[in-house]
């Protein structure tokens, strides 16, 4: 399909080619210059593209308007805001894989259709019916075999071409320079930026190579860990549907746990809170276990689909305030078993509570109700990712009744969503509370302050998700900071007080009252109470390290270690490049303190690293002088890794923004097709990144099994179709700018007569 139609663009441009310049049409003389608003990031190579495609744009006839800034100067107006308002056109954007990308099949879904659901500007996402409906077969593997998989990827990556809502340029070669006695478990794609580990991993060592013990536990020296980032504080923070910015959540991650941990090495996963799992699918499902030799996972086939026990939760009733059973006769393709040991519920939280079924209730229940329309929770926004869910997931079972076998909670999951690694299934259908199911681990769903938030939205008062909080006026909850905190403060009073109507507030009592007693209650919210008395912020969790103080106005924040925490700190050192030399017994938390800030730009951060005023900048930098200035400096080393990626991102809302009446040329899908022969790839990889990238074109990554493995004659193909050709998106986009009632083309530029 690509081809063909390379073809026909190309016969268009001897068409149009001798008469592009100078010439008028589409009707209407003159009339308004067409400005693209272009926001461009400014920390990084992102100034570079940005720029060069603002050159390329009014090399075409087009004007542009450029603001420049951080992610949390810009983030408001494009990710936050509402795209109908008309404030931006394109936007330079960065994305980071935080583990190695095993399968990259749901990135069309994610990055080109409402599935994504990231924020408000998802839902113009307007894609094609057959890109949608093969986006959303690979979102969920709805496939047979590898080769029905390879048929839809053939299908597909043509149409992202035609309708992808970002333009993609480049994958990084990244590097994470940090002085040379800090180490930590620094993931091959995320770097330190994105491991899930470096928390639990990250201390100083000696010259030998041996970590050194912190001051809090029985070490002789303070040990404060001095760490900055590109950006900090950019969205409000909360679990359910906060902020999924990489700067934050590298700080939201210190303070979480997971079921199972990313590999940061191959990206499958190890046992951390669950011990180990059972995996049963179909046979002759193309799913696999790649680590054959760990004894914590149990995988094997059935010949016929499985049948799930009517016993299991299907749904969630909003109105009768219970779960709904699973219909008789239903099968699934899969069955995942996650066992959580005795000890589980009594894992210490940062505020002095401990795990429960309450915890696990809770999430397992918001995951449904927050989609009912029946529900003072429902969010339109989370709609379409856990309508996507539903088509697969057939039900999950809590079986708390296993103590006599060492177990707090068996989780079994039934669906007919499979992963081509059968590892991925026990971390995805684990019920771990942390984040969302059906996408997002976003941070951690303690039973109290999720709690609060509930009562919050039921009251109209906070929201948990962004476009709720816009389609409803009142702020986006924020567990740490702003006008959030007052109203959960309230609240929390209000739980606490005998004789107040929300005394001892039980959200879902008809269902939760079984569960959950009043001294439960009591102790959780007067814990969480005392907790905000004292540090100021509601944000929980039962991670190594927490939020200690937070300085919002100066983009700070500091995480003291959890010194309750119960696990040995040496447990995942057997990832880390070296494995650290005979560590000391220690549990938990490895340094007395980290502080995160905000250092640019990058070479300022180095000049910091050098002057020894800072130990890490978590950032993944891809600047061929500072990478060689690291590597002669013999006090500093770094880590490499392959998982930021760079492109535009085009806002769809159109043809004219209904918030200004101007004109949005990448509304249409042949102008966003048009840009990718608009960009030399080659230039801003050897230009803009020194060689220190590679050239992209498609929302599938240039290191990754998909693209080097399984189809690399048709991503070359694909490549060579859309390689850099000014005369073959010039004549594209003239073309359909002139088929615009109202457009002229005078003297060069490009004139619109705004709609009546």
């Known amino acids: 399909m690509a081809k063909k139609l390379l073809f026909c663009l190309m016969a268009a441009v001897m068409v149009l080619g001798v008469i592009l310049v100078g010439c008028g049409g589409g009707g209407g003389d003159g009339g308004q210059p067409i400005t693209i608003k272009m ?31 951080p992610g949390s100067v810009l983030s408001p107006i494009w990710l936050s805001g509402d795209p109908r308002d008309g404030e931006w056109h394109l936007v330079t954007g960065a994305w980071i894989n935080t583990a190695v990308p095993r399968d990259e099949a749901t990135n069309f879904g994610f990055f080109d259709t409402p599935l994504g659901a990231y924020s408000l500007l998802w839902d113009f996402f307007e894609p094609s019916e057959n890109y949608l409906g093969n986006a959303t077969k690979l979102y969920t593997n709805d496939f047979a075999n590898m080769g029905e998989r390879e048929d839809l990827f053939e299908a597909t990556v043509p149409l992202s071409m035609e309708g992808s809502q970002w333009i993609w340029t480049d994958d990084r070669a990244s590097f994470t320079p ?95 809170i669950a011990t180990k799992a059972d995996v049963i699918v179909k046979a002759g499902l193309p799913v696999g276990q790649t680590g054959t030799s760990t004894p914590w996972l149990n995988f094997s086939t059935t010949p016929g689909n499985i049948s799930v026990p009517t016993t299991a939760w299907a749904n969630w009733d909003a109105t009768a305030q219970d779960f709904v059973n699973v219909a008789p006769g239903t099968t699934a393709l899969t069955k995942t078993v996650v066992y959580y040991p005795t000890g589980t519920f009594g894992r210490p939280l940062h505020d002095g509570s401990t795990m429960d079924k309450e915890d696990f209730l809770l999430y ?21 990712n856990w309508e996507t869910f539903m088509t697969h997931f057939k039900g999950v079972d809590f079986d708390f009744s296993r103590t006599g076998e060492g177990y707090d909670l068996v989780v079994t999951h039934y669906d007919d969503q499979f992963y081509l690694d059968a590892e991925l299934l026990a971390r995805a259908n684990s019920w771990f509370p942390n984040g969302n199911m059906a996408g997002g681990n976003l941070g951690p769903y303690v039973f109290d302050n999720i709690a609060l938030g509930v009562l919050a939205e039921e009251n109209g008062l906070l929201a948990f998700s962004n476009s709720k909080s816009d389609g409803m006026g009142i702020p986006w909850l924020s567990y740490v900071a702003g006008p959030s905190l007052d109203i ?11 004789g107040n109507p929300y005394y001892r507030f039980l959200p879902y009592r008809d269902f939760l009252g079984a569960y959950v007693t009043n001294a439960t209650l009591d102790t959780r919210y007067g814990n969480l109470h005392t907790w ?114 760079d492109g535009l991102c085009c806002n769809p809302v159109g043809l004219f923004f209904p918030g200004t009446g101007k004109m949005n040329p990448f509304s249409l899908p042949v102008i966003r097709e048009a840009m990718n022969w608009l960009i030399d790839r080659d230039h801003i990889v050897g230009e803009i990144f020194g060689g220190m990238a590679y050239a992209r074109y498609t929302c599938v990554g240039t ?22 050709n000014f005369a073959l998106a010039n004549s594209t986009i003239y073309a359909a700018m002139m088929a615009i009632n109202g457009t002229t083309y005078v003297d060069g530029k490009y004139y619109y007569e705004p709609p009546a």
Request: glycine share 8%; net charge negative.
């Open 532 to 645: 905000y008395t004292n540090l100021g912020h509601f944000w929980v969790g039962p991670g190594p390290y927490y939020l200690s103080d937070i300085d919002t106005l100066g983009d700070k924040l500091e995480l003291d270690p959890f010194t309750s925490y119960p696990d040995d700190g040496t447990d995942w050192f057997f990832l880390m490049n070296p494995v650290p030399v005979t560590p000391p017994a220690h549990d938990g938390a490895w340094v007395d303190k980290i502080t995160l800030e905000i250092s640019l730009p990058h070479s300022a951060a180095i000049d910091r690293l050098q002057a020894d005023t800072l130990d890490v900048y978590a950032a993944g930098l891809a600047d061929a002088d500072l990478y060689e200035e690291v590597k002669a400096d013999t006090n500093l080393h770094y880590y490499l890794s392959a998982g930021l990626f």
């Open 178 to 272: 940090l002085q040379k006695d800090v180490a930590c478990a620094s993931d091959a794609y995320g770097g330190i930026e994105g491991s899930w580990l470096w928390a639990h991993t990250i201390h100083f060592r000696d010259l030998a190579g041996t970590p050194v013990l912190p001051l809090w536990d029985g070490g002789a020296t303070n040990l404060t860990l001095r760490v900055a980032l590109e950006d900090l504080l950019v969205e409000p923070w909360n679990g359910v549907m906060g902020s999924n910015w990489a700067f934050d959540q590298f700080a939201i991650r210190a303070t979480c746990d997971n079921a199972f941990e990313y590999d940061v090495n191959d990206g499958l996963v190890w046992p951390h």
């Open 703 to 724: 290191k990754t099994g998909d693209y080097i493995n399984r189809y690399p004659a048709l991503f070359a193909a694909t490549n060579a179709a859309y390689a850099y």
């Open 39 to 69: 926001l461009i990031r400014n920390n990084d190579q992102r100034l570079g593209i940005g720029d060069y495609v603002g050159n390329q744009l009014e090399a075409l006839g087009f004007e542009t308007e450029r603001q420049y800034g």
């Open 488 to 498: 959960l403060h309230t609240i929390v009073t209000n739980i606490t007080t005998p």
């Open 364 to 384: 397992a229940i918001m995951q449904f109700d927050r989609a009912d329309s029946n529900s003072l929770l429902y969010d339109e926004s989370y709609a379409p």
